[in-house]
């Protein structure tokens, strides 16, 4: 059932940001940042964790997962360190999916020409 749960919070995801696409003037990048911000809004009310034990996995990998991880992180590094720990803690747990972006990033661009 976690399989068949995953696959459908995955697909809602891909549905509304395709809704919006086709029936707006925002672009991939806007849509991108919104939903950033609601995983981190749905974390700050921990909604986003319930999706997560819904919808297991399927919750981990859209990005409305980025934002829940940068407010989540954020938000238990500030309780354990303090208001210094708030920045630390952001990026805390989206350590390895930054750095991944950027490496992959840079040896893509070493393959790759951009076109004129």
């Not at 986003?48 to 981990?60: M, V």
């Amino acid at each position: 059932m976690i399989y068949l749960n995953s696959f459908i919070f995955c697909g809602l995801v891909c549905l509304i940001a395709q809704l919006i696409l086709d029936n707006t003037k925002l672009t991939p990048g806007h849509i991108t940042t919104i939903f950033v911000v609601v995983g981190a809004f749905l974390d700050v009310f921990g909604i986003y964790d319930k999706i997560i034990l819904w919808a297991g996995g399927g919750a981990n990998v859209p990005i409305t997962s980025f934002g829940h991880l940068l407010i989540h992180g954020a938000m238990s590094t500030t309780v354990d360190v303090g208001i210094m720990g708030l920045m630390s803690g952001m990026f805390n747990l989206t350590a390895s999916g930054i750095t991944a972006a950027i490496v992959f990033s840079f040896f893509l661009s070493l393959i790759f020409k951009p076109k004129d």
